[in-house]
């Protein structure tokens, strides 16, 4: 049995700091440190897997200096080129084709891709060409041990950000882009006068398109050092993006015991159920409906709360996704 010695590799992180690529390369390291695993982001130590998390001329670069070696490679499809079609990033909506070109390119060139949901890898399957055998989806994951309600945090957060404790607080954790359904956000906040509304998540100044963010009832905070205090403090998360290879808000907030309301997407289906664990809409007034339902009863918001917590625990924690990335490596290698 040949053991796994991984290289992760995350091109620019300092730059996709506070993005979901940048949080599931940091959980890909916890994971890999509690399956005993080891890895390294040194690519000249000697390793047999190359996993990158990046689709980026580097990583190309990389790639095919492992491939040379004999080594297996991995890339995770955090991103795909569905992602610049509503023009959230400047200059890479019109780059779409060449860009989805590249994609395919560089996902065919692995060994593996690893894709965040079965979505993801449905969609790598029929737009890019790549075959079935070549996908594997798994969870980013999220730490249970970490993400969970806190009251000394919630106090805290609430008293920074001018929150009583009898107010009812919305928020969305996520980089503050179109794409990621700021115009529902603001509407929403209009729309609900007597419910506190707040997004924390990093703006991208020079590459994202400016997006109109102003409500008297909404405070935009930017990227914060402790998000478990802002699920601590709320109430609802409200995450109305519009496309997702997973969403790790969604993870984290349910790991939290928040009530979730998410645009009705097929890339949820697979562990959110409008219902059960969340509610769903599909444009603004079905959202304002979701948050109405949850605002008139706290008995619903801790039903929904409780049972996505459940179904992150069984399906998303570090644990099980770090079962499933050593039995990966492991087939990879033998």
């Known amino acids: 049995m040949i053991e796994p010695r991984v290289t992760l590799y995350c091109e620019n992180y300092n730059l996709l700091k506070g993005s979901g690529m940048a949080v599931a390369f940091e959980r890909q390291k916890n994971i890999l440190s509690k399956q005993n695993i080891f890895f390294t982001e040194d690519p ?22 492992f491939k040379k070696e004999n080594k297996k490679v991995i890339i995770y499809a955090h991103m795909i080129a569905e992602q610049f079609e509503d023009g959230s990033f400047r200059f890479l909506g019109f780059l779409k084709p060449l860009i989805k070109k590249y994609f395919a390119y560089i996902f065919n060139l692995a060994d593996l891709v690893i894709c965040p949901s079965e979505y993801t890898a449905r969609l790598l ?16 994951g999220v730490d249970i041990n970490k993400f969970r309600l806190d009251i000394s945090k919630r106090k805290n957060f609430r008293k920074e950000h001018d929150i009583k404790e009898n107010d009812l607080l919305i928020i969305n954790t996520a980089m503050a882009i179109k794409r990621k359904g700021i115009d529902t956000f603001i509407e929403m906040s209009k729309l609900f006068p007597d419910i506190k509304f707040i997004w924390a998540g990093k703006k991208y100044r020079f590459f994202a398109k400016k997006v109109p963010s102003h409500s008297d009832n909404a405070q935009f ?36 015991g928040l009530s979730i309301i998410v645009r009705n997407l097929p890339v949820y289906n697979n562990w959110l159920i409008d219902g059960q664990n969340c509610l769903k809409a599909k444009n603004n007034e079905e959202f304002r409906e979701c948050i109405e339902k949850l605002a008139n009863s706290g008995d619903l918001r801790k039903k929904l709360g409780q049972q996505a917590q459940l179904s992150v625990i069984e399906k998303h924690s570090l644990e099980a996704v770090g079962n499933q990335l050593k039995e990966t490596y492991n087939r990879l290698l033998n």
């Not at 737009?127 to 055998?133: A, D, R, T, V």
């Open 44 to 65: 000249s130590i000697p390793t047999n897997i190359f996993q990158a998390n990046t689709p980026g001329l580097r990583t190309l670069w990389l790639m095919k200096k």
């Open 125 to 140: 399957n029929q737009n890019y060409n790549i075959p079935k055998q070549k996908t594997a989806a798994i969870s980013c």
């Open 221 to 256: 905070i930017g990227l914060i050092g402790d998000v478990v205090a802002a699920y601590s403090a709320a109430d609802i998360l409200l995450y109305p993006s519009y496309q997702e290879t997973q969403g790790l808000s969604p993870l984290e907030a349910a790991s939290a």
